[in-house]
């Protein structure tokens, strides 16, 4: 009977760590919200699908900025279905195709916001080697290795925040 119990009681416990594991752990995170879609056969989007390249896109009022890794920046007005249906995460997205384990040419997006700070006014900030680092808190981070921190003086450090893509013929979507 003793032994029936114990039985019943670490059953309860492993349940609960298989149910605690499956909610704590994704690649990708739902923190917050993002849907956004663009014509990757148009520049300055195209860009986005070659190797190691990466370009950031945000809102600002009624404009979209494309900031590529150069820094150089794009301003596209932005139509009223799509400034009502878009959501850009915590402060943006960046999307690239990362040259590292990325046998498919995947593209891939991420928050540009610092996952670190927490904070909308948070940018991160890409060079031309794929990092980028937060002019705040100084985090780096590898984009074409999944995000993943590459220096942090901070002990709370994490990847950048990782959103699922789909394509549809030259349509990239970024939605969670
Ligand atoms: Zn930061």
């Known amino acids: 009977m003793r032994n029936r119990r114990f039985t019943v009681i670490l059953m309860c416990l492993l349940l609960l760590q298989t149910w ?92 540009l916001g610092c996952p670190v700070c927490d904070r909308s006014s948070k940018r991160i900030v890409l060079n031309s080697t794929g990092v980028a680092e937060c002019p705040d808190c100084h985090t780096t981070f590898d984009l074409n290795n999944n995000g993943f921190v590459l220096a942090s003086e901070r002990s709370d450090a994490r990847p950048l925040y990782r959103y699922p893509v789909s394509r549809s013929g030259s349509q990239i979507v970024v939605s969670n």
């Open 20 to 111: 605690s594991c499956d909610d704590s752990y994704s690649v990708f995170s739902n923190r917050y919200h993002v849907f956004y879609r663009c014509d990757a056969s148009q520049p300055p989007f195209n860009a986005a699908c070659s190797m190691g390249v990466f370009i950031s896109v945000r809102q600002s009022g009624q404009n979209l900025v494309v900031t590529d890794m150069d820094g150089h920046e794009s301003r596209y007005p932005m139509s009223e279905v799509d400034a009502r249906s878009f959501h850009f995460g915590l402060a943006g997205i960046v999307i690239g195709t990362p040259a590292l384990d990325n046998p498919d040419c995947a593209v891939y997006a991420f928050d």
